[in-house]
Every structure is written in C-alpha cells, then in structure tokens.
C-alpha cells in the first residue's frame, strides 16, 4: 500500500434551530458506509467522510486517517494531511495541506507535483488547475493552455465552460461564462451567468433571475439557445434525456425541449441512472426509472451509485 501525502462531494449540514429560544441544536454527526444494488451494506458505517466511487477508489477519511479505498472495502492508498478528489483517466487531484494541489495516479505515487493553489480531474487529457488564473495542464503536467481565465471547469465533448469575474453583488462574486476549445481559444463568448459541462451535444446555461436563483435551459456548440430558459433546476442530458424541477415537481424533457414526463416526480428520476434516490418517511431509498422502490427507505442519507455501490450515511446523535 503506497503512502502520499481535493473534491468534493457532497454532503450537506444541517442546523436545526429552535423558533422560541436562541440555543441551537447540534448539527446531525453521519458515519458513512456502503451498499451494493441489492441494498446490502457491503461496507460498514465507519467512514465520517466518503465520496463516491469512480474507477473503483473512493476517498474516505475515519478521524485523522484518510484514503482511497477499494469496492471491497480494502485501504489502498493511504493520505496524510491531504483531501482526495475522484479519480479520473487513472490520476485524481490531490490537496496536500502544505504544499497545494497535485496529481496522484492509482498507486498512491504523486505524479505531478503539489504547485497549484486548485485542481479539478481530468477530462479528454486536460485538467483545469489554479494558479492566481485558471488553465489547462495535461497528464505530464505541462500547460496547454495558458493561465488566462478567472474560472474554469472540465472539457467534455471538446469544450470547457470558461468564467470572467465580472462584479461582486451580495457579498457574492459575479462571473460571466463562456466555452474555450482544446486550443485556448474562447468559441462561445462570455454571455451566460452560469455554464455547465456539455453532454449529447447541448449544456445547461443559466441566466440570473435575482441574486440567489438562476432560469436554466440548454445551448447547442455553436452558442444558441436551442431550450429557453424557463427551469429552475437542470441537469445534462444523458441518453437523449434530462431531468427539469419546476421548483416543486420534477419532469423529464428530450433535447427538443419537450416533456416526455410531465412535473410529477417529489424527486429527480434520471433516465440515465438504474437507480435513484427517494426520501420518505425521514428517510432515503432507491427507485427505478419508473419509481417504483427497489431498495427499502433504510438509511439517514443517500447519494447515487457508481461503480456498482452508493455512499449511504447513518445519524449517530
């Protein structure tokens, strides 16, 4: 097991308030473990954190102790004073706490040097990185594309969604979005208040509506607007399909816009997914695509699947 010494996944505290006196209760403390799609916990509830499987590691952290751990379960690469991202065309990004992000690939051997003040993993051979600018450096570590842009994420489908900071508004700092290509070069001008990943050909772009809410709907590589803005919550388009929230029910479209499931779903059914997620009853289960329960509201929380297993969590106060 190699020793080294990222990005995040997503897990969410919630402060329960009371409404006549000004003590708070204690924030819920999750142990995290893993299932596998017939519901079994595979892996037990020790992780205090965890993050999804990709490429079969998964980064997990048990009080001091962090690493990549294996579907089985098993303690492959061990971390020191450093937070895993996911793995991505066999390297992950790496934060080590003294010396910034790098790149570690699935023995646990740093690959490219900790020198970035941000990472985010690679796609198509580039991966986005920080340094006072965004660019793109590939999997030598060499730059590509120099450190020109205020923002930056991923490349998919030959293009990557690119931020120039605008203003601050609210406390909160504004950009506006744009795509570069593979060459640096900025295609689709700055225009949009947010930007996602491509996916079948068209990405969710968002207009701001008012300072905490974006209108979402979807461009075409040249730029346009081919789906108007007019959802409150997109996500890409995966098999011809996409999930759409009307800020209380969930629907599905197709890429001409059309509803093939109207707003009627509490929770999001993606097409592309065998399974999702559901809560009821205070707690979180598994649907199929035609949201019938496949695995039995079981667990405090729930994340997707990947690699054959699901990140589940359970309340210990």
């Not at 819920?28 to 205090?48: A, D, E, Q, T």
Request: some cysteine; proline content about 4%; aromatic content about 16%.
């Amino acid at each position: 097991m190699k020793s080294c010494h990222c990005i995040i996944p997503s897990f969410i505290i919630l402060i329960l308030v009371t409404s006549c006196v000004t003590t708070s209760m204690p924030a819920p403390v999750f142990h995290y473990g893993y299932i596998n799609s017939s519901g079994k916990l595979v892996i037990p509830y020790r992780y205090k954190k965890a993050s999804d499987f990709h490429e079969g590691f998964a980064f997990v952290r048990d009080g001091n102790t962090g690493g990549y751990i294996d579907v089985d379960g098993n303690l492959v690469i061990t971390l020191e004073n450093a937070e895993g991202g996911f793995f991505s065309e066999g390297l992950a990004p790496v934060h080590f706490y003294d010396k910034g992000w790098g790149f570690i690939d699935t023995t646990g051997d740093i690959v490219i040097e900790p020198s970035f003040s941000k990472a985010l993993g690679f796609s198509g051979g580039l991966a986005p990185v920080q340094n006072g600018k965004w660019g793109f450096i590939n999997t030598r570590g060499e730059t590509v594309i120099d450190f020109t842009f205020d923002k930056a994420l991923q490349f998919s489908e030959g293009l990557a969604p690119v931020g120039q900071f605008i203003e601050w508004d609210h406390n909160k700092q504004i950009y506006q979005w744009g795509y570069c290509n593979e060459q640096g070069e900025l295609v689709i001008p700055y225009q949009f208040d947010n930007a996602y990943s491509f996916s079948d050909g068209l990405a969710q772009v968002g207009k701001r509506v008012h300072a905490y809410r974006d209108d979402n709907g979807f461009i075409n590589k040249q730029g346009e607007l081919v789906i108007p803005y007019q959802f409150y919550v997109a996500r890409q388009f995966s098999g011809g399909f996409a999930p759409v929230f009307n800020g209380e029910k969930w629907g599905i479209i197709n890429k001409k816009g059309e509803f093939i499931v109207p707003y009627e779903f509490d929770n999001e059914i993606d097409y592309a997914r065998d399974y999702n997620t559901l809560y009821k009853g205070g707690k979180y289960g598994y649907v199929d695509k035609k949201n019938n329960v496949v695995i039995d509201f079981l667990f405090d929380s729930a994340y997707n699947f990947s690699d054959g297993r699901a990140l589940v969590g359970k309340k210990m106060n």
